[in-house]
Nanobody, 117 residues
Framework: QVQLVESGGGLVQAGGSLSLSCTVS????????MGWYRQAPGKQRELVAN???????TYGDFVEGRFTISRDGAGTTIYLQMNSLRPEDTAVYYC???????????WGQGTAVTVSS
């Protein structure tokens, strides 16, 4: 079993910054990808950013250089630094973990980000 614990999020004005973190524990494998997805009301869940353990990172097109994903040295915690936030960034942000061994998606409980105009 894999557990994901998220923290961060909240309310911020447009142009402001927020950071999210997510720690994975349990039966994990080193060859994995962790990332953040988001889902706004009435919309599909979409990729925000991915971090391949000891590998590259990828971002959704809408990020446009405003967000940065990173990992700690142990590779079990990821961070998402979000700058220049826009009202359209308002959504519930979900942490995701998937190992190459299991190829199963695990999700955090979600954390709300609200950007006011």
């Amino acid at each position: 079993q894999v557990q994901l614990v998220e923290s961060g999020g909240g309310l911020v004005q447009a142009g402001g910054s927020l950071s999210l973190s997510c720690t994975v524990s349990g039966n994990t494998f080193s060859r994995n990808v962790m990332g953040w997805y988001r889902q706004a009301p009435g919309k599909q869940r979409e990729l925000v950013a991915n971090s391949f353990n000891r590998g590259p990172t990828t971002y959704g097109d809408f990020v446009e250089g405003r967000f940065t994903i990173s990992r700690d040295g142990a590779g079990t915690t990821i961070y998402l630094q979000m700058n220049s936030l826009r009202p359209e960034d308002t959504a519930v942000y979900y942490c995701n973990y998937r190992s190459y061994v299991e190829n199963v998606d695990y999700w955090g409980q979600g954390t709300a980000v609200t950007v006011s105009s």
